[in-house]
C-alpha cells in the first residue's frame, strides 16, 4: 500500500478541495499518513493569491522532496496555474496539476507509476480562462463533524487590481444544485448539523447557468434550507452589491441562515476602492449594512481590509478608520497589501513604504480588537443558541465550546447532563472571558 501525505495552502476553497483529493487517494486504496512522515506521494495544494504565498508555495514542495528525496512530489493549484513553465524546470517538483484537473489525481499517479521510465516531470495544466466546465469534488467526511465546508462555486468575473485569481481560478463556473444538494444530504446522513456555503466569488453562483436553467445563490441556499438534519446554514464571504431588500427579506423568511454576514470592504476610502476596481462606493456599502440591520437584530457583519494599498494617503487611510467607526464590524481581517506579479497593482506608482504598512495595520487591529469585544458584551443576558463542539478547559473548569449563529464563541461549563459535541443548547451568557469567549453560568 503506498502512502500519500497533503499539505494545504491557502482559501477555504483550497482546503475542500485539498480535503476532497485526500478522499480521492484513500478510495483508491493509499494509506494518508501526516505530512512531516515520510510518503510515497506528497502533494502541496498551491496558493498564488501573493508573491508571499508564490514563496510558501515553493518552500513546501522542496521541503516535501528533502524530506523523502525517492517520493513523487506533486503541486496542485493556484500556484501552478501562475507558474507552471516555471514548476516544470524544478527538479523537486515531478507532477504538475492545475486547477480544473484535481478530480483526475489518482488516474494521473496510476499512470506515473506504471511509466518504467521517467522522463522529466508531467504537466497537466489547461487554459482556465477558456474552461466553462465547474470541477466535481465531493466530500463524505471532514475532520471537524458538526460544520462542513462545501465550495459550490469557482472562479471569478471581477479583476480587482491587486488580484491574480481571476488568472489562476479562471471565469466565474457553478456546481449544478442537484449536486451541491446531493452532497448536502449525505453530509447531514452522515451527522453533519451545519454547512458553510464557499466559492471565489459565491455571490456570483449560477451566472453562467443557461438562461433556461435560471438559479441563483438565493434558489440554492432555499433547496439546502430544507434538507433535514441541517439546522445552520452560514455563508462564505459575499460581494456587497447582492444584499438587496430582496434578497434580505427571503433570507430573514429562511431561520436556518444564520444571521453572520461577511461582506468584503477592502477600503472605507472611494478613492481608494476606485484604484482598487471595486464596484461599489462607501455609500452602497453603508447602505447594505442598514439593510441586514432592518431585517436581523444586531447580525454580525465582518469584513477584509486592505492597508497600505499603492497611493494610499494619510487622509486615505483616515477615511478608511473612520468609515471602519461608523459601521461598527463585529470582526474586520487586517491585511497589509502585499505586491503580486501580473496585477496592475503591482505596476501602479505610490507604493506605500512597509513600516507606514505595518503602523496602518496595527492602529486597525487596535480598532477591530475593540469593536469585536463591544458586539460580545451586546450578547451578554441574551439567549444564545450554541452547537457545541469540542471539550475545553476555559478558565481551569472543564467546558463544552461551541459557536453561536453569529459564530461567536461560547463555553458551557461541564456538569451533570451536560450535553456533548453536536449538541444544540440554548442559554444565556453572563460573562465574557478574555474579551471573547462568552461564558453561561
Same mark, same amino acid.
Request: aromatic share 8%; glycine share 6%; with cysteine.
Given at each position: 500500500m503506498r502512502t500519500a501525505a497533503f499539505h494545504n495552502l491557502g482559501c477555504k476553497v483550497n482546503a475542500y478541495e485539498t480535503e476532497a483529493m485526500q478522499q480521492l487517494?484513500?478510495?483508491?486504496?493509499?494509506?494518508?499518513?501526516?505530512?512531516?512522515?515520510?510518503?510515497?506521494?506528497?502533494?502541496?495544494?498551491?496558493?498564488?493569491?501573493?508573491?508571499?504565498?508564490?514563496?510558501?508555495?515553493?518552500?513546501?514542495?522542496?521541503?516535501?522532496?528533502?524530506?523523502?528525496?525517492?517520493?513523487?512530489?506533486?503541486?496542485?493549484?493556484?500556484?501552478?496555474?501562475?507558474?507552471?513553465?516555471?514548476?516544470?524546470?524544478?527538479?523537486?517538483?515531478?507532477?504538475?496539476?492545475?486547477?480544473?484537473?484535481?478530480q483526475e489525481l489518482a488516474s494521473i499517479l496510476e499512470d506515473y507509476f506504471r511509466e518504467k521510465e521517467r522522463?522529466?516531470?508531467?504537466?497537466? +495544466?489547461?487554459?482556465?480562462?477558456?474552461?466553462?466546465?465547474?470541477?466535481?469534488?465531493?466530500?463524505?467526511?471532514?475532520a471537524d463533524h458538526t460544520r462542513a465546508f462545501l465550495k459550490v462555486q469557482d472562479g471569478c468575473n471581477q479583476f480587482c487590481s491587486y488580484c491574480i485569481i481571476p488568472y489562476t481560478r479562471g471565469r466565474v463556473r457553478s456546481r449544478r444544485p442537484e449536486d451541491v444538494v446531493e452532497e448536502v444530504e449525505k453530509l447531514a446522513a452522515a451527522g453533519y448539523r451545519? +454547512? +458553510?456555503?464557499?466559492?471565489?466569488?459565491?455571490?456570483?453562483?449560477?451566472?453562467?447557468?443557461?438562461?433556461?436553467?435560471?438559479?441563483?445563490?438565493?434558489?440554492?441556499?432555499?433547496?439546502?434550507?430544507?434538507?433535514?438534519?441541517?439546522?445552520?446554514?452560514?455563508?462564505g464571504s459575499l460581494e456587497p452589491r447582492i444584499i438587496t431588500?430582496?434578497?434580505?427579506?427571503?433570507?430573514?423568511?429562511?431561520?436556518?441562515?444564520?444571521?453572520?454576514?461577511?461582506?468584503?470592504?477592502?477600503?472605507?476610502c472611494d478613492e481608494t476602492l476606485r484604484r482598487m476596481?471595486?464596484?461599489?462606493?462607501?455609500?452602497?456599502?453603508?447602505?447594505?449594512?442598514?439593510?441586514?440591520?432592518?431585517?436581523?437584530?444586531?447580525?454580525?457583519?465582518?469584513?477584509?481590509?486592505?492597508?497600505?494599498?499603492?497611493?494610499?494617503?494619510?487622509?486615505?487611510?483616515?477615511?478608511?478608520r473612520t468609515f471602519l467607526e461608523q459601521i461598527g464590524f463585529y470582526e474586520m481581517h487586517i491585511f497589509k497589501y502585499s505586491r503580486r506579479a501580473g496585477t496592475?497593482?503591482?505596476?501602479?506608482p505610490d507604493q506605500v513604504p512597509e513600516q507606514v504598512k505595518h503602523a496602518r495595520s496595527e492602529t486597525l487591529l487596535a480598532l477591530e480588537k475593540q469593536m469585536s469585544e463591544a458586539y460580545r458584551r451586546r450578547c451578554l443576558g441574551k439567549a444564545q443558541t450554541v452547537l457545541l463542539e469540542e471539550e475545553a478547559v476555559v478558565d481551569g473548569r472543564p467546558c463544552m465550546v461551541g459557536f453561536t449563529p453569529a459564530y461567536v464563541k461560547a463555553a458551557l461549563p461541564c456538569g451533570e447532563g451536560t450535553p456533548g459535541k453536536n449538541e444544540l443548547v440554548t442559554g444565556v451568557p453572563e460573562a465574557l472571558l478574555d474579551g471573547e469567549l462568552l461564558m453561561f453560568p
Open positions: 487517494l484513500e478510495a483508491a486504496g493509499y494509506q494518508i499518513v501526516p505530512f512531516q512522515e515520510k510518503a510515497d506521494v506528497y502533494l502541496i495544494n498551491t496558493c498564488s493569491v501573493t508573491n508571499i504565498a508564490d514563496r510558501k508555495s515553493r518552500q513546501m514542495l522542496h521541503r516535501a522532496k528533502k524530506q523523502n528525496p525517492e517520493a513523487v512530489v506533486v503541486a496542485a493549484g493556484c500556484y501552478v496555474q501562475a507558474a507552471s513553465e516555471e514548476l516544470k524546470k524544478d527538479l523537486s517538483v515531478d507532477i504538475i496539476i492545475g486547477n480544473n484537473k484535481k522522463q522529466g516531470g508531467h504537466a497537466f +495544466v489547461i487554459d482556465i480562462g477558456a474552461t466553462h466546465e465547474y470541477e466535481e469534488l465531493k466530500i463524505s467526511r471532514i451545519e +454547512v +458553510v456555503l464557499t466559492g471565489i466569488h459565491l455571490s456570483s453562483y449560477g451566472v453562467d447557468f443557461p438562461k433556461e436553467e435560471p438559479e441563483n445563490l438565493l434558489g440554492l441556499i432555499k433547496r439546502i434550507h430544507g434538507i433535514e438534519g441541517i439546522c445552520r446554514i452560514r455563508l431588500e430582496e434578497f434580505v427579506r427571503e433570507l430573514r423568511a429562511l431561520p436556518k441562515v444564520c444571521p453572520h454576514f461577511h461582506l468584503s470592504l477592502q477600503s472605507g476596481n471595486r464596484h461599489y462606493t462607501t455609500e452602497d456599502y453603508a447602505a447594505r449594512c442598514q439593510i441586514l440591520r432592518e431585517y436581523y437584530d444586531d447580525p454580525a457583519i465582518t469584513t477584509d481590509v486592505i492597508v497600505g494599498f499603492p497611493g494610499e494617503t494619510e487622509e486615505e487611510f483616515a477615511k478608511t496592475r497593482a503591482d505596476r501602479m
